[in-house]
């Protein structure tokens, strides 16, 4: 990373950023933010983008995304700084880190957008969405709360799907998606010509 980032990183981290540690998630954001507002998980959110429009259309909640790549993790931070947004908090944490913190009903909703795609067979194993996460989901999912991927790579949505309606505890809904912004991924998926699917399922 460059020097400039590395200063953003700590400048903006210390602010916005969240270091999660083993406690209860719950307990975590009362201490980043002081309230309790309903939670919203952002699941490896690159620049930000997505994560701000996110943040602007649920003003009374808070939003936490997350991401493990340091440059983007600046990327977002600087995002969320620039719209002046108190109600995100950026973690440098593996979703799945997060989700072992959550206690059950902890999540408003949960969010891939775009998550790595891992096309070639041999990596499919690599992939962040598996049966262990969305079982893992689908416990801390509070009732009537939702579960959004998006994707553009036709048999990991097909793979999601399947795990979706395999759980009980989850329904999936027809229909248009939860409105989101194209991110920088999908703009780049369309350009090699493979247009998003969108699943959707709600927590019985
Ligand atoms: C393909 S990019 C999509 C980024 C953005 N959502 C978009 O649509 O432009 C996937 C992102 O997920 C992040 N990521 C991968 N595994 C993750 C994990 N276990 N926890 C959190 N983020 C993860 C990657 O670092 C990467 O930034």
Do not use: N
Request: hydrophobic letters at 50%.
């Amino acid at each position: 990373m460059t020097e400039g980032k590395r200063r953003d990183l700590a400048r903006l981290g210390a602010r916005l950023g969240l270091v999660l540690d083993a406690r209860p998630l719950d307990d975590q954001l009362a201490d980043a933010f002081g309230d309790g507002a309903p939670t919203l998980l952002d699941v490896g959110v690159g620049s930000g983008e997505a994560t701000v429009a996110w943040a602007r259309d649920h003003p009374d909640h808070h939003v936490l995304a997350v991401e493990l790549h340091r440059p983007s993790i600046v990327a977002a931070l600087r995002a969320v700084d620039e719209a002046g947004l108190a109600t995100v908090r950026v973690a440098d944490a593996d979703a799945r880190a997060v989700l072992d913190v959550a206690a059950p009903g902890d999540l408003a909703q949960l969010r891939l957008l775009f998550p790595d795609p891992w096309p070639k067979r041999r990596h499919h194993h690599r992939r962040l969405v598996d049966a262990a996460f969305v079982a893992r989901a689908a416990e801390v999912l509070a009732s009537g709360a939702t579960f959004h991927l998006a994707t553009d790579w036709p048999d990991y949505a097909a793979a999601v799907r399947a795990l979706l309606e395999a759980d009980d505890r989850l329904a999936l809904v027809d229909g248009p998606p939860p409105s989101r912004p194209v991110t920088a991924y999908e703009r780049a998926g369309v350009a090699a010509g493979r247009a998003a699917t969108d699943l959707v399922a709600v927590r019985r």
